[in-house]
T-cell receptor
């Protein structure tokens, strides 16, 4: 089954404790991206990647890191999480960038105390 | 700056037709997409307009006017299951995808 898989689905952690949210897709997609969703603000893109070893900042990259060492994986790293990063996070992928439908994972709900 | 505007809420009755508008202001434009999101779930792709005009997919249609920086999603024969949030999204000059803040559609019996 074609899918985007995120882990964990839920996480409660404390300020400053490094965490990684994994994202994996099995569709051989080139484009992958991370979004955060907050009430009233819609989906905001954090980082995106056009292909292996190519990553670019989205609209809200501060406090986040990503890497794209393999085509299928695109982990989101919070080196020193803070409470303002409490949010619902989605990973998405598409065959290429523009005009391609984004396939979203089921989301990761992060709470940082 | 870059911004997309859409109504925050729309209410309609089962069987009716509803239109959700989206106006955008972006640096560069390569197309307008629409996504549906049920409460707490993953967004799912509905449609894409790269050129002016109407695209139809079953009960859903989407329209784009590049000269007016405007598009809309049209939902016909509304069903209860259409109650969800709907987001317009624009591919700008780079490979970023910019989403609107979403329209919550409530379908009433």
């Amino acid at each position: 089954e074609a899918q985007v898989t995120q882990n964990p689905r839920y996480l409660i952690t404390v300020t400053g404790k490094k965490l990684t949210v994994t994202c994996s897709q099995n569709m051989n997609h080139e484009y992958m991206s991370w979004y955060r969703q907050d009430p009233g603000l819609g989906l905001r893109q954090i980082y995106y990647s056009m292909n292996v070893e190519v990553t670019d900042k989205g609209d809200v990259p501060e406090g986040y890191k990503v890497s794209r060492k393999e085509k299928r994986n695109f982990p989101l790293i919070l080196e020193s999480p803070s409470p303002n990063q409490t949010s619902l996070y989605f990973c998405a992928s598409s065959l290429q960038g523009r005009d391609q439908p984004q396939h979203f994972g089921d989301g990761t709900r992060l709470s940082i105390l | 700056g870059q911004s997309l505007e859409q109504p925050s809420e729309v209410t309609a009755v089962e069987g009716a037709i509803v239109q959700i508008n989206c106006t955008y202001q972006t640096s560069g434009f390569y197309g307008l997409s629409w996504y549906q999101q049920h409460d707490g779930g993953a967004p799912t792709f509905l449609s894409y307009n790269g050129l002016d005009g109407l695209e139809e997919t079953g009960r859903f249609s989407s329209f784009l006017s590049r000269s007016d920086s405007y598009g809309y999603l049209l939902l016909q024969e509304l069903q209860m299951k259409d109650s969800a949030s709907y987001f317009c999204a624009v591919w700008g000059a780079t490979n970023k995808l910019i989403f609107g803040t979403g329209t919550l559609l409530a379908v009433q019996p």
